[in-house]
């Protein structure tokens, strides 16, 4: 049983010396076995055989006293030959194992080499007894000796019938100092990373701090009688002395835990522990590890527009593992990451496997409060960086805050710190008068703020005052009319909830003539200035007027003095020149509503134009009856239309209506990959406008707002 010294005869006996102070741990002794220089020449004199045509180089050899623990070597060899009294191996024959060594001989490294090759045992490949010679040829081997014990042994090696004798002795009496692992150390000699444990970490880094821990053993019979030293070798040079000064008795076994050595350049090291230096109890062998110190690492950050289909890099952020510093994004900044190590210029060497996982997550405050009734529709509640479950190093920044992102790298985690804003990046190049509004309400709802600008880009052109009347989708279905029945979500006008900003009315085939809602201003009312409409020889407009105006009739803008107009006269005349237009004549949709109409005006009389509630405004067109279920409402009555042209309070409404368009229209709270994201996002835009390809389009021109620091 091997037996450590006490901790008190390790810390009372071993003292460190030159180069430096270090940190000691506690020692206790173990064995190991030392390799003597290999012998190039025979230890008996002139070679002899017993039956003729094969000679042995040596047929005795005797090995110089070796301690228990260490090992002696010879190099010898053997061939074929007319005249084994001048003999030049000049016959060929086959050379067989008949009897090979036991403990503590071994023979090894089988040659078969020219006869002119010096007895170093290095040359040729090794062979497998039984072996065919040539003549020129000798088959060329090492013996050795290493015991393990104390006493004298002999043994034989017989080839092909030719005799190797054997013998060797250790003394008894003697101290003998031994590379030993102790139970639930990985070898004699560790290099580790970290403390507190005795196992050979897998990789080590320049940026790590590295630990030695190390032992021996007394392998002799007698106690090992200090002072005697060990001195620690860093490649080629001398590091550290322990001494000690007290005496390590017959199989106990010293050790050092946890001496500190590191952080090394990156490349190959040598470690070399040389046991009783100064020889006071004998030779002893040294404990040698080499280990190979890899370039640290970072994580580089690829900021990647996903839904636009992107693959270029728009950015790259890059944090060295193990650093203070962090990575920032903008809100909708989605970015690719991936871990690399650093070659010794500083550039990006080759990719490190890693896992990455999110952790956390933090939102900061919201950047700014929603004007609309009722709670803020938030996608995404509680998360600043979206991540996705089949996807580990794709990410989507939703809300602004800090997260951290967890790398774990050869075993060991990297914390890096995330912070995600609203605040300081534009989106893409000009216009960009209300990106800071865009960003703002984006990361209050959730949204992707290029998502935003590219809507608002495509439904108003970036002009705050951008306004549609909608006759056909809008006034007709929902406003003026019942269709099929006078439900909560037609004939608008009348509702309270509406009325104050419905236009004065001339008697239709539903409601007699009404007065002008409470609400309406000035700006309202020249809404109607937008249009031209036919008028009669008297320069009034028409009521009637249910096809397009021939090329002979008058024609007219409205004034701000007029009477109330009628639909259809602003429908047909202005087919093609109103924004939005034409309204009936172009898909599928537009032309069944036209159709409807003409059915519906069978039966019924005009009605008058609410240009102010069937309309779209502002920067993201939002409609009045989609604005004010959406909460753009005020004691249970819709909000001054108008107000809509404030850029604020538009994209205030248009990014609560498009959340609530993702949240109806998205399979799933939490998209397992950045494709299923961008398809809930294609989906939720369609949803927004109605049109079968607006979502992908839309996606497609994201490539031009992507978030760019200012």
């Known amino acids: 049983m091997h037996k450590p010294n006490s901790a008190l005869d390790?810390?009372?006996?071993?003292?460190?010396?030159?180069?430096?102070?270090?940190?000691?741990?506690?020692?206790?002794?173990?064995?190991?076995?030392?390799?003597?220089?290999?012998?190039?020449?025979?230890?008996?004199g002139l070679a002899r055989a017993s039956v003729p045509q094969m000679m042995l180089k040596d047929s005795s050899l005797t090995f110089p006293i070796t301690p228990v623990g260490l090992t002696s070597t010879f190099c010898t060899d053997v061939c074929y030959c007319s005249n084994v009294n001048a003999c030049n191996c000049d016959r060929s024959g086959t050379i067989t194992l008949n009897h090979a060594l036991s403990s503590p001989f071994s023979s090894y490294n089988f040659?078969?080499?020219?006869?002119?090759?010096?007895?170093?045992?290095?040359?040729?490949?090794?062979?497998?007894?039984?072996?065919?010679?040539?003549?020129?040829?000798?088959?060329?081997?090492?013996?050795?000796?290493?015991p393990t014990r104390t006493g004298s042994f002999n043994d034989q090696l017989n080839l092909s019938g030719y005799i190797l004798s054997l013998s060797g002795s250790t003394p008894r009496g003697s101290a003998s100092l031994i590379p030993f692992q102790p139970a639930g150390w990985s070898a004699p000699l560790v290099v580790s990373k970290t403390t507190g444990t005795q196992l050979n970490s897998p990789e080590l880094s320049s940026s790590d701090p590295l630990y030695l821990s190390w032992a021996v053993q007394n392998a002799g019979d007698l106690d090992a009688i200090g002072p005697f030293y060990?001195?620690?070798?860093?490649?080629?040079?001398?590091?550290?002395?322990?001494?000690?000064?007290?005496?390590?008795?017959?199989?106990?076994?010293?050790?050092v835990k946890d001496y500190g050595f590191g952080p090394l350049t990156s490349g190959t090291h040598t470690l070399e522990l040389v046991p009783d230096p100064t020889h006071a109890i004998g030779t002893s062998p040294?404990?040698?590890?080499?280990?190979?110190?890899t370039s640290p690492a970072r994580v580089v950050a690829e900021s990647i527009n996903f839904l636009a289909g992107a693959t270029a890099v728009s950015r790259t952020q890059k944090v060295d593992l193990g650093g203070a510093q962090g990575l920032s994004f903008a809100v909708g900044e989605s970015f690719r990451l991936k871990v690399v190590r650093i070659n010794a210029d500083g550039s990006d060497g080759s990719e490190v496997s890693s896992a990455i996982s999110l952790a956390n997550q933090a939102p900061g405050p919201p950047p700014v409060a929603s004007g609309l009734e009722g709670p803020a529709e938030i996608l995404f509640s509680g998360t600043v960086i979206l991540g996705f479950s089949d996807e580990r190093q794709k990410y989507f920044p939703v809300h602004s805050g800090t997260s951290t992102l967890s790398l774990q790298v050869a075993g060991r985690i990297f914390p890096v710190s995330a912070t995600v804003s609203s605040s300081g990046y534009r989106l893409g190049t000009k216009p960009d008068r209300y990106d800071d509004f865009i960003q703002q309400y984006s990361d209050l709802h959730g949204l992707p703020p290029h998502i935003v600008k590219a809507v608002i880009i495509k439904e108003s052109s970036y002009l705050p005052k951008a306004y549609r009347y909608e006759p056909l989708s809008i006034d007709f279905a929902q406003v003026s009319t019942c269709g099929t029945s006078c439900g909560n979500g037609t004939n608008l006008r009348s509702k309270p909830a509406y009325s104050a900003y419905s236009l004065q009315t001339f008697a239709d085939s539903l409601n007699q003539a009404m007065s002008q809602g409470s609400g309406i201003n000035e700006t309202d009312i020249s809404l109607r200035e937008h249009f031209q409409v036919v008028v009669d020889s008297n320069r009034r407009?028409?009521?009637?007027?249910?096809?397009?105006p021939s090329s002979r009739q008058a024609k007219r803008v409205v004034e701000l003095a007029d009477p109330p107009i009628s639909m259809e006269n602003i429908l047909y005349?202005?087919?093609?020149t109103q924004v939005g237009g034409p309204w009936y004549s172009?898909?599928?949709?537009?032309?069944?509503?036209?159709?409807?109409y003409r059915k519906y005006r069978k039966t019924h009389t005009p009605f008058t134009a609410q240009t102010v509630l069937a309309a779209s405004y502002g920067l993201m067109q939002a409609t009045i009856p989609t604005a004010f279920a959406d909460g753009y409402s005020a004691n249970g009555s819709v909000r001054q239309p108008s107000d809509l042209f404030e850029p604020n309070i538009n994209i205030d409404l248009g990014t609560d209506i498009l959340a609530t368009k993702?949240?109806?229209?998205?399979?799933?709270?939490?998209?397992?990959?950045?494709?299923?994201?961008?398809?809930?996002?294609?989906?939720?835009?369609?949803?927004?406008?109605?049109?079968?390809?607006?979502?992908?389009?839309?996606?497609?021109?994201?490539?031009?707002?992507?978030p760019i620091p200012r």
């Open 10 to 44: 390790a810390r009372s006996h071993f003292r460190c010396g030159l180069p430096g102070p270090r940190a000691m741990a506690l020692l206790l002794f173990v064995s190991f076995s030392t390799i003597l220089p290999p012998r190039s020449e025979a230890a008996s």
């Open 286 to 293: 040294h404990l040698t590890k080499s280990f190979v110190v």
């Open 662 to 706: 993702y949240r109806s229209g998205s399979s799933t709270s939490q998209p397992r990959t950045m494709a299923e994201l961008q398809r809930a996002w294609d989906t939720a835009l369609v949803r927004y406008n109605g049109g079968s390809s607006y979502g992908a389009d839309v996606l497609k021109s994201t490539a031009k707002y992507f």
């Open 541 to 548: 407009p028409l009521q009637v007027l249910l096809s397009p």
């Open 573 to 576: 005349t202005n087919n093609s």
């Open 586 to 596: 172009s898909g599928t949709s537009t032309a069944a509503r036209e159709a409807s």
């Open 111 to 146: 040659r078969v080499v020219p006869v002119s090759t010096p007895s170093t045992c290095s040359s040729g490949s090794i062979v497998q007894l039984p072996v065919a010679l040539s003549a020129g040829q000798k088959l060329q081997y090492s013996v050795s000796f290493s």
């Open 230 to 255: 060990f001195d620690l070798y860093l490649d080629g040079a001398v590091i550290q002395r322990w001494r000690y000064d007290g005496t390590l008795a017959p199989q106990h076994y010293a050790y």
